[in-house]
């Protein structure tokens, strides 16, 4: 009986241990949950690199409205640099940093009802097809993209539906209540069980850059928020982008 | 290996080029002073000049230092990416946050193409038609005069750079003027040198 004691001592110690260790460590990131406001389109990459964090996704242009008006953010991570720029020029947030890239796609429904074999065979006009608000990232890049390849007739010559966000273009495609619609390559990968992505010319492709910064509020994490921008920099942040399909930026 | 210019050749290929290109420059010159403005559809003729530019100077560069071409041949290139380099500068500056960068692309020229002489100058040919090309479509299509203007030079500088690679490559003088080449046609011709890093 003595002996038997004597041989679980350790085993319980070391469970004990295992436990206080896990305690620990669950306590620190507890106490640093922040709030994230991010554009629609990292809505899968950024809660699989960091799960603990609660996150606002939406258009990066409302997004950066709303924390012009005080909304409770401490990182902000918009789908393209103007955002993020504008709220660093008047003094709401830190440097903004490019974390990631991607690509402007077409999407069309599984079956591809439209018919239709690449961008250019919306010239002839008649389809019906999602695309981004101006003002909005994905909107803006779409609408610099046609211009490049000259096509911007194909706004007019089709039945436009304007979203307000890429996750509404990615839905009206994948339930097929238009025939094509223009997100980003990550997006389409997300629904890839609904929809067939139809490449752009590399050519044309603006440059989609990610940046984030760290928001200046009274009240705000920013040691929470800073240690997100190492995560989100870091190699569980590249790897999580990588995944989701954006491309990296050359490391700092 | 040195390869004298044959100037009166290279004036008879540069000239259909050079009149059309003194029209458009000549039609444009009250919009000399004026800072181009791209208006609508006007931007596809700049960015993909800057990125047929890039393309076209990364094989200069590459044949600057090509075992397979001779010591003036090598000069030749090496002043054809300096003249390149500043054109596509010029143009990439004009498209502000849409300009490009190696981040955005990479280039790849095939390393089967700067192991041969007659591959190397066939390309850069190759290249050299198509921006002319492109140009000459710009001219008939831009619609801000400023943007034509500057257009128009590229299409000059392009004849001209074209000429000297005709005679490199020892081809018969023409005195025919390049066709226009669409965007799309161009684009596609440029696309397979490019990618995308991490897509």
Redesign the interface.
Known sequence: MRSNLSRKGPRRLVALLGLALALCLAAPAAASAITVYAAASLREAFPEMAPAQTYNFSGSNELALQIERGAPADVFASAA??EAQELFQKGLCSRPVTFA?N?VVMLVPNGNPGHLKSV?SLRQGGHTIAVGIPGVPIGGYTR?LL??????SILTNNTVTLEKNVTGITAKVALGAVEAGFAY?TDGRIVSDRVEIIRL???????VRYQACIVHRAGADTAGAQKFMEVLTGKRGRTAL?KGG?????KA | MGITLNRVRSLCLALPVALIALAVVSSSAGAQQYRPEPQGDDIAYLQLGAVSELVTLELFRSAAHSKALGASEKGTFKRLADQTAKGWIKLNSLLGEGAISREIFTVKIPAGVLKSRAKTVALATRFEKLLAGLYLGGVESTIDPPTRLLIGRHLTTSARDLSVLEDLRGGRPSMLAPKPLSVEYVGEQFERYLAIPGS
């Open positions: 640099p103007e890239t690509v250019y610099e211009a490049r390849m000259r096509l911007s390559v010319p590399r050519w044309a492709q603006p440059p990588k954006f491309g990296l930026p050359p």
